[in-house]
T-cell receptor
Framework: GAGVSQSPSNKVTEKGKDVELRCDPI?????LYWYRQSLGQGLEFLIYFQGNSAPDKSGLPSDRFSAERTGGSVSTLTIQRTQQEDSAVYLCASSPGQGAYEQYFGPGTRLTVT | GNSVTQMEGPVTLSEEAFLTINCTYT??????LFWYVQYPGEGLQLLLKATKADDKGSNKGFEATYRKETTSFHLEKGSVQVSDSAVYFCALTGAGGTSYGKLTFGQGTILTVHP
């Protein structure tokens, strides 16, 4: 079956612009996670959605970052007024539920802010 | 909060050598422990996991045992292959509360295996 897909695969944007990153999870997976992978910070949790519960936004680094998940499926991560320190690979993962389930990762979106 | 510490890399080995990548963690309660692997040009994928103390996770010849007394989850393989060259991440999810479900990763260890 299809895995987690993300788009775009690469995004170059100018400082100050807004960007939207998309994630299509595996069908039927109720949990969806966003992580960021950067040279300086490693892999860090950003936000996750579980079913119809309120999302856990505790990892978002600033209020310029937001995410939504529509219809319990597709998710969009939005970064407003991008800064150079936002340059990283943004990873999406989904799992059948919350907890110790395996998280299936997408290929990531490489964001470069110039 | 939760944290994971991996041995510093990179690690370079010859084919058929023994591999150990150390991982220790800090967490309250009984977290679930994972090793994820990222092969060149590919996404992160689960290698193995253990969900309670003394459990041994294993896959593709790799093993790791959940040691509560030493808060460790070291990755081992008896005979590495060139195809094992990748970046390995140790990770945990909390036992409950606000850390339940979300992964906390170590910094990653780059493994290179030469023929």
């Amino acid at each position: 079956g299809a895995g987690v897909s993300q788009s775009p695969s690469n995004k170059v944007t100018e400082k100050g612009k807004d960007v939207e990153l998309r994630c299509d999870p595996i069908s039927g997976h109720t949990a969806l996670y966003w992580y960021r992978q950067s040279l300086g910070q490693g892999l860090e949790f950003l936000i996750y959605f579980q079913g119809n519960s309120a999302p856990d936004k505790s990892g978002l680094p600033s209020d310029r970052f937001s995410a939504e998940r529509t219809g319990g499926s597709v998710s969009t991560l939005t970064i407003q007024r991008t800064q150079q320190e936002d340059s990283a690979v943004y990873l999406c993962a989904s799992s059948p539920g919350q907890g110790a389930y395996e998280q299936y990762f997408g290929p990531g979106t490489r964001l470069t802010v110039t | 909060g939760n944290s994971v510490t991996q041995m510093e890399g990179p690690v370079t080995l010859s084919e058929e050598a023994f591999l150990t990548i150390n991982c220790t963690y800090t967490a309250t309660g009984y977290p679930s422990l994972f090793w994820y692997v990222q092969y060149p040009g590919e996404g992160l994928q689960l290698l193995l996991k253990a969900t309670k103390a003394d459990d041994k996770g294993s896959n593709k010849g790799f093993e790791a045992t959940y040691r509560k007394e030493t808060t460790s989850f070291h990755l081992e393989k008896g005979s590495v292959q060139v195809s094992d060259s990748a970046v390995y991440f140790c990770a945990l999810t909390g036992a409950g509360g606000t850390s339940y479900g979300k992964l906390t990763f170590g910094q990653g260890t780059i493994l290179t295996v030469h023929p």
